[in-house]
């Protein structure tokens, strides 16, 4: 209630307009933090999905190269293809161009082996760098992809390449699962 004084001028017990201006001032601060809070968590969230989603991709793209790689080097039975081809002689050709077509075969496919090592070395990298050593399934992946040999038989080199594989699957659905929790906003 307001009374008026005998100058004009309003005193009051209470000034209702200062109360409703500064609660509706601590309500909009109220939900401008709330608001603030959550798109920092939504954007947070979104964020390290993303990074996360990238990390899984890169991933799997460094195992399928690494296992590609291993395939066809174990294929091409890397370690004794054309080994000292420009000393070699071919007696079954005929002719010197003959020989020197066979010599430039096997030196580009000695430049493929090469270049095919060179790839999966490096995959083999990307994939270690990103293993968290202190997991067990990633432990075993560093050793299985330290240890693969191309040049072993085929059951047991296509039976290395499957728990490649697998072990892949075990790490990346652990990855996955919390990529779909931070989206929803969840922290593990």
């Known amino acids: 209630m307001i009374n008026l004084l005998a100058d004009g001028s309003a005193s009051g017990i209470v000034d209702v307009s200062a109360i409703v201006a500064v609660i509706g001032a601590v309500v909009t601060l109220i939900i401008g933090i709330w608001t603030w809070r959550y798109n920092y968590n939504r954007l947070f969230a979104q964020t390290v999905s993303t990074n996360r989603m990238d990390w899984i991709n890169v991933w799997r793209e460094n195992i399928s190269t690494f296992l590609a790689c291993a395939k ?39 430049c493929y ?64 699962e919390r990529m779909k929790d931070e989206a929803k906003g969840k922290r593990r």
């Open 72 to 110: 066809v080097l174990h294929a091409c039975n890397a370690e004794t293809a054309c080994a000292n081809c420009s000393q070699r002689k071919f007696p079954d050709k005929k002719t010197d161009a003959d020989n020197n077509k066979a010599k430039s075969f096997c030196e580009v496919k000695d």
């Open 113 to 176: 082996i090469r270049e095919t090592k060179q790839k999966m070395e490096f995959a083999r990298t990307m994939i270690t760098s990103r293993l968290n050593l202190t997991e067990d399934s990633h432990k075993l992946m560093k050793i299985t992809i330290m240890t693969l040999d191309c040049d072993i038989k085929n059951e047991k080199f296509y039976h290395q390449c499957e728990y490649i594989e697998e072990l892949a699957r075990q790490i990346l659905k652990p990855e996955w």
